[in-house]
């Protein structure tokens, strides 16, 4: 089985491959439309980043609040509500606020709003590639390591070097090749494109899609938003 993990980067993409050996490459891609062309023979495919979007009928996506209750107490601010998508198309945050607003009753947040490039990207890219509705899905990497952990987030924080390394030991117990895999990472792409937790996130998305022995979405019976796409997060059941 061929799995892939893909997240946002400053160079673009970074997307992690595991083939049925076990062997794992990295490479970073401008458009998530490259990155997904670049590995067509993948069998499961996650990305860290918003699929089904907010709406008038749907202001709360259920996934999200789902995930902060399995993240638990004080991990809540890890899982951020994406923008309704008519947002996407404002310059400014202040626009983006007030349309969200309008949308579904409350602003958005800075950091919705700064990677709303990336969200919209990848909207775009599924509306018009419908073949990839369903097969490129939404998940969450603290979630991916918390599945990972016996179902115990990471406090640490993934920019600090203990949790660097605590992420690379649960990767490890699931993935012998983790910590090889990271280090020929840190080798073939640049920081100024990719940092080193934007590696550990696509690894773990492409990990947990492999060694869990079932992936289940959240909710279980996902709504689909006003242009067809789900409102899930997918998770690793073990």
Not at 36 to 61: E, F, K, Q, T, W
Not at 230 to 238: A, D, K, R
Request: glycine share 8%; hydrophobic share 40%; proline share 6%.
């Amino acid at each position: 089985m061929r799995t892939l993990g893909i997240d946002g980067c400053k160079g673009g993409w970074i997307a992690v491959e595991i083939d049925d050996d076990g062997n794992g490459a990295v490479g970073v891609f401008d458009t998530v439309y490259r990155a997904l062309i670049n590995h067509p023979a993948c069998d499961i495919m996650l990305i860290d980043m918003p699929i089904g979007l907010p709406d008038s009928m749907h202001p709360v996506r259920e996934c999200d609040t789902i995930a902060r209750k399995l993240l638990g107490k004080g991990m809540t601010s890890r899982v951020f509500d994406p923008p309704a998508r008519r947002a996407l198309d404002t310059s400014f945050y202040e626009d983006a606020c007030n349309v969200s607003e309008a949308i579904i009753g409350k602003k958005i947040s800075l950091q919705s709003f700064n990677i709303g490039p990336k969200i919209k990207e990848l909207d775009a890219m599924l509306r018009r590639h419908r073949d990839y509705v369903g097969r490129i899905r939404e998940a969450h990497p603290e979630l991916a390591f918390a599945c990972m952990n016996h179902r115990q987030a990471l406090r640490v924080s993934k920019k600090q070097k203990a949790g660097i390394q605590g992420r690379l030991k649960v990767l490890q117990r699931h993935y012998p090749h983790a910590h090889e895999l990271y280090n020929y990472a840190l080798e073939a792409t640049l920081r100024k494109d990719a940092a080193r937790d934007d590696i550990l996130d696509a690894m773990a998305l492409a990990i947990m899609a492999r060694s869990a022995p079932k992936l289940r979405s959240i909710p279980a019976d996902p709504p689909y938003d006003a242009v067809g796409l789900p409102m899930e997060i997918v998770v690793g059941v073990y």
